[in-house]
């Protein structure tokens, strides 16, 4: 059993903070219009040419470059005013633990004669909080449509309105545990795993289940459906961080699977805004390029489009060394791709019998 | 003999037109009957303008019978308030083919008053009814004809007429012909409409067949200056033209027959007495001043041959040969060429040489053009390196094609007068343009004149924007002469100048309400086609057009900028208020406070900075 690490907020400090933030900003606008100035945002420029990779922090980051959002300009007045309203609307989210999604967002506008254009209008408003708050908007409540799992023995307690102090054990429910706004916002209180397992296809996640993965390798599971959603990505890092658990990482023998796991180690361009999201010393166990080949693979071609990928992940910075570099090169030789399910080829239980204890025997070398 | 004659008719004006009335605009009865209402209209405004009368024109076309199906006949009517025409004149005025007054150099609608009577024509072949024409000159007493022509003859034939007392002046011209209107209904109500767009100064009036009446009050009351005859401007006169001129401009020796001879003795003062040949010198000699220059030239020659009337009458003057100074004659009385040394030394010498080599280039410039003074004239032949003095009938061909280059090309001469044109006038034109589309913005401009081939034009132009203008895009309304061009708009230069402004440097969207009217006034409007409905682009019109609309254009720009200005402040208003209170909503909220922050004074202040 481990215990939660101290360094880490609980829920309840990450609450509060974030509502010291949204007031201070509340009150900096507040005295401005009192003084009769017109008010200003500064929102940091997530234009590609403000992002960079920080090498230290592991992960893609904004630059300095902020624009400033006054409600003077008369063509930002309406994005100003949509973006106090979301601080706002989410200030009272957060008070009153509720959750919503994006599109809920969208059509709570409308009650405060806020006009979003279209959902994608509103979004990226959120974006911009997210950017000048510096916070996901999973801490702000509100949540994508998009949901992944999560099982193993893990145990949670709630935080969130009527569930206060209640606790779960995610290994009770076989399907495993949406990772959804109650659990992103419940406190992490113990586990007897060793290790965080993150794959990237709900039928492996399943058979992982009915194989007893979890117990097997003492392992949590976590389904990321593909990219993973940031909410599971925040997960990913609180079971690092919080319970000092490592990551390793499954995906499909292919490009795009090697870059979900380079997004769960060291986040996308997209969120560069946004610094919790990453875990920067998860592993990426395969499906390798050259376990392609080792383990006679049954493959398909790659497609032009995968191809223009490798050459694209080539020029970022975090492809420069070690395996990251080293597989794209044989992927980009053998022009061949291999799903996670080609291991049944060899039997169901193959890639859990065999494949994950090798793979996990090479991460620790890694 | 030949039994198989072939005989060569001449034949009359009228069976010309007949056999040609295609050219006329009477090719089926869709075009008849627009070109004939156009005929009729515009004779009636000429009519009123050379009388200086404010046009009250009637129009009203109906069917002979309503339920036939077009093509079929109408009752085309048309009055007007002008000065009418004397009855003596009726007759041949309307009966006959090629009888007119429009014979002048001066702008006008029509030309030569030919349209009219092709209309008549048109309208008894196709009807077979007589043309009905009721004329008052004084408002009193009214003739009322009803004419048939005689096409092979070119006479009028008067079916009927009578007098009758009326309280009013004007004409009224009634044809039946066989027309379309459901075909030509919609052109026709185009061209009144912007008859009356381009004669503000009338009140026209249009019954159609259908029952609607379209009717416009005059929107000024202030006719524009009739137009004067004049002589041409030296610029972009051509070889040709000259060499006309200057035909016209020196005199020929005169025959010397009895007529002549009859002449001389009367302005001497000799009808009754018979004079030798001494006597007769020194008669004229004494009277020299108040002779014609005829007679001087006759005495001139009288001087060199020696010979009284007597022997004068019996010969017949061939040649006169300045260059070898000898004159050739042929004496009837001997059956001989006579030739004798003219004396360079005579006083009548200057005389005879300055009839046949013309006047000089100085006294032709002076006086054969307009805008041409002496000290212009004497700068002009340094310019053209011409001697001033140089006889005009002595000259080159290729002095000739020099004169006619530098009158081109030399640049001191002052605009064409334009009082031979007539243009509408600013004003006119701004206020029927603000009747006719009760625009946000309107501008007009006059050009001042200018010149193509020695024929003067003005160009008019206005720009309207907005306001009651709904159109997308924009529309052009051209006219020449005050005559609306309805046809072929694509080729014409006026359209063609439009498409070639870039409008978005005027702050013009391409689809905004936008109208612009083109006059063009000339002695003689370039048309493309004899159809007469689009202008050919002769450069110095087009250059005109361009400077006239993109003056217009820049005038609108400012106003453009002005709104958008304008509207833009209205818009940053409208902003603040609504947003402003929001912002104060939910900052208040956020930052947990009770009162929101006074945040009106600070809309109060934006809204008198914007002020």
Redesign the interface.
Known sequence: MKNKSKASKTSEERRESLSRLLQEQGLKIYSELDRGEFPKFSVPSRSVSNIVYDKKLRQYILGNTASIRSARNMSQLRSFTQLIWLAFFANKLVQEKKSSTLRDIYYSSQAFSIDFEDQPESDNIIVDLEAVLARPREDLHIFPEERSSVFGDLTIEYTVPGYEGKRTNLSDHPDGYLIGPSLSSAELVDTSAELVIAIEKGGLFTRFVEEKVDKKFKAIIVDTAGQAPRSTRYLLKRLHTEMGLPVVILTDGDVYGEHIAMVIKSGSANAAHLRELTVPDAKWLGVWATDIEKYKLPTIPMTESDIKRIYDLQKDPRYQEGIWKKELEVFLKIKRKAELEAFSKYGLTNITDKYLPEKLEIAKSL | MSSNKESFNQISPSEFFYRNRDLAGFSNPTRSLYTAVREFVENALDACDQAGILPDVYLSIKAVDDEQADPKPYILTVKDNGPGIDSKHIPLAFGTVLYGSKFGLKQARGMFGLGATMAILYGQITTNKPVEVKSSTDGQSQDEYELLLDIQKNKPIIVKHKTKEVSKRGLSVSIYLEGDYSKAGAKIRDYVYQTSLITPYATITFEDPKGEKFHQTKIVKTMPLPPTIIRPHPHGIDVETIRRMMVDSHFQIPTVDNKMIEKVRKELGLKKKNLNYSEIMEKASKRWNGISRHVRVVIAVMSFLKMDFEKLSKIRIDDMDIANKKLVYWDFGESKSVSIDLDPESEYYRQLTNTIQGETLLSFLTKRFQRIGQATAVKFTEFANLKPEKRIGTMTNQELVKLSDSLQKFEDFLSPDPSCLAPLGEEPLKKGMEQFFKPDFLEVVQRGASAYSGFPFIVEMGIAYGGEIKSVGQTVYRFANRIPLLYDEGSDVVLKVVNEIDWTRYKVKNDAPLVIVSHICSTRIPYKTVGKENVADRPEIERELRLALQFLARKLATFMSKRGQAE?EK??AN??SK??P???Q????????KKE???K??LK?EAMVEE
Do not use: Q
């Not at chain 2, 939910?586 to 406070?593: D, I, N, Q, S, W």
């Open positions: 833009m818009k940053r902003l603040y947003y402003i929001l912002v104060a939910f900052c208040t909220e956020l930052a947990g406070k922050p006074d945040y004074k600070m202040m």
